[in-house]
């Protein structure tokens, strides 16, 4: 079984202690990934998780979501775009793709999109 966890909360550190005053409350949000399956953690925010593997003439791409979502996928690679697709992911359902692309042409960056054009993710290596 594999297990990640990330560390959020009013204090630096998990071993740290903070206290509440009187009348005092404390409000947070918390997401959970169903990450079964995901080979690696490359970056997560609160809409997605991907696991990033570039290969000398392939990347394996794994996009996870603590929710359904629609967004389109950009792959740019020495800063021009080499692959764009529609795509859909569901907590039951992360998104697999075996992408053409390597580390041989230069930088890559992963980019996911909104429908009105705003990012949701941008990682590059």
Known sequence: AQYAEMWGGLTPTFWDNASLP?????????????????????????EAA?????????????????????????????????YRQEMAVRPDAPFFADLPVGNQGGRLAVHLVRRDGSLVVSWAE
């Open 22 to 46: 009187g009348h005092g409350q404390v409000v947070w949000e918390e997401v959970w990934y169903p990450l079964a399956g995901v080979e690696g953690l490359s970056f997560a925010n609160g």
């Open 50 to 82: 991907l696991a990033v593997q570039v290969g000398a003439n392939a990347t394996r791409l794994t996009i996870a979501a603590p929710a359904e979502r629609v967004w389109t996928l950009v792959i740019l690679q020495g800063g021009r775009e080499v």
